[in-house]
């Protein structure tokens, strides 16, 4: 029995938890990203082969945009002995934000938010006008891809090169649902790379395509050389970049009302302190922070913590915890880089015991609430976007019920 919404009854569930006399905290990574918007992963079957050898049993997809990856995770998943959390990820842009020239959690990007929904309904359901809002998105988005693989093209054939790109290519070969910038800047290494055998021939290409700026980067490291292309080439100040248009953004109070219409908590993404111990406007201050989340109706934050200094993290991921704020963790394996999936901070450290039981006590918030909405309940958060009740501790209880029910032999 794998559906949530054919488990017991919660009073059933929390009497079977306590009859255990073995219960387990188990290892967590609840933000990952799937080759169905871009990932280190060259499919989702090697996703949960790494969850087994590194025995993490529960996992959040979370990819940008889409929910087309939900069947095959949650297949694989229940064949894995995993349990799956239901992500998704935006990228928004605040208005007034914009205007103060206020950095949110895009140090570029005035305004510009990133935003994350947890724990969405499965099977994935979007009501109008919500799903015409997300696919309005995606197509604006698809139309800025495309004019830089054109642009990239041109460039090429200005330098010389017999070196061809094409969407219809990347599509075939390297995206399965969209295709990013990433698509591109990988391609371009593939293609680089099948022309030129030697490092040296590369590295004299690169000089050329970079307008002569010499190539910095680990050329035997797949992941460095792509992320200088992006640089070089597909950001701003680039040959090749394109500014996306305002329609390719939607406002942060439209992308909310997305991730509530489809079961989910809205979750802002923290990035806290940088390698330098610098934060972003929004976020300098913790106790600022707190008050504008609520304000702005946001109970919920998530970590990437291999950006962060250990001890910052706890600083910061234990203030919001201990007032109420439900707080969780992933890796993104957003990059052409295959890290591992435990969850690390800065430097490869490990989190301490309190960081690895509040992680999965988050994981258990957003397990609570999938299974509460599956059951046909309010969760965490209600439709209308208000909290339900003031403490996080029930849903924590009601969601360890769960996991360790899924992954127990009995369920």
């Not at 929904?117 to 197509?139: C, H, I, M, R, Y």
Request: proline share 4%; aromatic share 10%; net charge negative.
């Amino acid at each position: 029995m794998k559906n949530l919404s054919t488990f017991p009854e919660k009073t059933t569930l929390l009497n079977w938890l306590k009859e255990q006399r073995k219960l387990q905290i188990f290892n967590v990574n609840a933000h990952i990203h799937t080759p169905f918007s871009f990932s280190a992963f060259k499919d989702i079957p090697e996703i949960f082969e790494l969850a087994q050898k590194e025995n993490v049993h529960v996992l959040g997809i979370n990819d940008f945009y889409t929910t087309e990856g939900y069947v095959q995770f949650n297949e694989l998943a229940n064949q894995s002995n995993v349990f799956p959390l239901f992500n998704i990820e935006f990228i928004g842009l605040n208005v007034e934000d914009q205007k103060k020239g206020l950095k949110v959690n895009d140090p570029g990007n005035p305004g510009r938010t990133y935003f994350s929904g947890k724990g969405l309904k499965f099977p994935a359901k979007l009501d109008e006008p919500f799903l015409s809002q997300l696919n309005t998105v995606k197509a604006e988005t698809l139309k800025q891809v495309e004019a830089m693989v054109n642009k990239t093209q041109n460039i090429f054939e200005s330098i010389g090169s017999d070196i061809k790109i094409t969407m219809e290519e990347i599509l075939d070969k390297y995206a399965v649902d969209q295709v990013r910038e990433r698509h591109i800047a990988k391609i371009i290494r593939v293609k680089v790379y099948e022309e030129y055998a030697t490092n040296d021939d590369r590295k004299a290409f690169f000089e050329k395509l970079y307008s002569g700026k010499a190539s910095s980067a680990d050329l035997n490291d797949n992941s460095s050389i792509e992320n200088e292309i992006r640089g070089m080439l597909l950001k701003a100040g680039g040959k090749a970049f394109v500014e996306e248009d305002p329609k390719a953004f939607l406002s942060v109070s439209e992308v909310k009302s997305i991730i509530l219409n489809a079961g989910g908590i809205p979750t802002y993404p923290l990035l806290a302190d940088n390698a330098k111990g610098e934060y972003t406007d929004f976020e300098q201050n913790k106790e600022v922070l707190l008050k504008e989340l609520k304000a702005r109706g946001v109970y919920s934050i998530e970590f990437i913590p291999n950006r962060n200094d250990l001890q910052l993290l706890k600083e910061y991921a234990q203030f919001f915890w201990d007032n109420e704020i439900l707080v969780t963790f992933g890796t993104e394996h957003n990059t052409p880089e295959l890290i591992p999936l435990t969850v690390e901070t800065r430097g490869h450290v490990d989190l301490d015991d309190d960081m690895k039981k509040l992680s999965y006590q988050g994981a258990c918030v957003v397990a609570a609430h999938q299974y509460m909405v599956a059951q046909g309940e309010d969760g965490f958060v209600k439709e209308n976007g208000e909290r339900n009740g003031e403490s996080l501790q029930p849903f924590v209880e009601l969601g360890h019920a769960v996991i360790s029910k899924y992954l127990s032999k009995q369920s």
